[in-house]
Each structure stands twice: as structure tokens, then as C-alpha cells.
């Protein structure tokens, strides 16, 4: 089964999983949204600012700082 087969949910999530995994250090939601290559602009950021938070409330990601991310 490949990423296809996700939903789009899903596949944004693995989608920062891997921009996050694949970082020299912590992340940050502009990085994450210029990687997927959507408009820095706050309402393109914010979203990704959103699921970054729930990933690591989650425990798939830690919060480092504010605002900044790496996986765990």
C-alpha cells in the first residue's frame, strides 16, 4: 500500500512527517509550508502551524521551542 492509498489527510500528515525527519534541526511552520510549496502568507501558514502543534500533542513530533519542531 502506497501514500496514494491515504487519504489527503493523511498524506499531508506523512508529508510534514518527511519534511520534518528530513531537516538539519527544528522546523518551523513557514519552513514546513515553503517546503510544500504553498504562499507564505498567514492564512497558508497557519494551518500548517495548527498541524504541526496536534502532531506533537500527539507525541509524533516534539516541540523543541516555540514555535519549533523535530521528530521525535
Known sequence: MGL???TSE???????????????GPVMAMDVAMALGRELTP??????RG??????DR?????TGPGRYLRR
Do not use: T
Open 51 to 56: 498541524q504541526l502543534r496536534k502532531l506533537a
Open 4 to 6: 496514494a492509498s491515504l
Open 10 to 24: 493523511y498524506q499531508r500528515i506523512m508529508e510534514i512527517m518527511e519534511i520534518v525527519a528530513g531537516a538539519d
Open 43 to 48: 492564512g497558508k501558514v497557519e494551518p500548517v
Open 59 to 63: 507525541g509524533w513530533l516534539k516541540r
